[in-house]
């Protein structure tokens, strides 16, 4: 029964800006990491960025260098959500996106237990 959702990706033109969100069931969403991963067709998913659970401070953790000071990662405890707002967005940004719990943050894929559906995001140029 644990699920997570993801939703909010868009076409959107470049410079602009989506909030992606990622809803929990069956599980509190705040006792586990969650990390945001992107893939673009035949390449590797990639992790990009990982919020800690509570017992671990939420702590915030950026993988892609790209994404920094663009993308922030939050959560809603009341709505047992994780927000990723993305701003100044690139084309080099399209991809699918995905959200994914892991006991502890990770950039790779190893142990993420559970993975939404993904949402697609395109910008264009």
């Known amino acids: 029964q644990v699920q997570l959702v993801e939703s909010g990706g868009a076409l959107v033109q470049s410079g602009g800006s989506l909030r992606l969100s990622c809803v929990a069931s069956?599980?509190?969403?705040?006792?586990?990491?969650i990390g945001w991963f992107r893939q673009v067709p035949g390449k590797e998913r990639e992790g990009i960025i990982c919020?800690?659970?509570?017992?671990?401070?939420?702590?915030?953790?950026v993988y892609e260098n790209a994404i920094e000071g663009r993308f922030t990662i939050s959560r809603d405890n009341a709505k047992n959500t994780v927000y990723l707002q993305m701003n100044n967005l690139r084309p080099e940004d399209t991809a699918a996106y995905y959200c994914?719990?892991?006991?502890?943050?990770?950039?790779?894929?190893?142990?993420?237990?559970?993975w939404g559906q993904g949402t697609q995001v395109t910008v264009s140029s």
């Open positions: 069956g599980f509190t969403l705040e006792n586990h990491a």
């Open positions: 994914a719990r892991r006991v502890r943050c990770s950039r790779y894929e190893d142990f993420y237990e559970y």
């Open positions: 919020i800690s659970s509570t017992s671990y401070s939420n702590k915030i953790y």
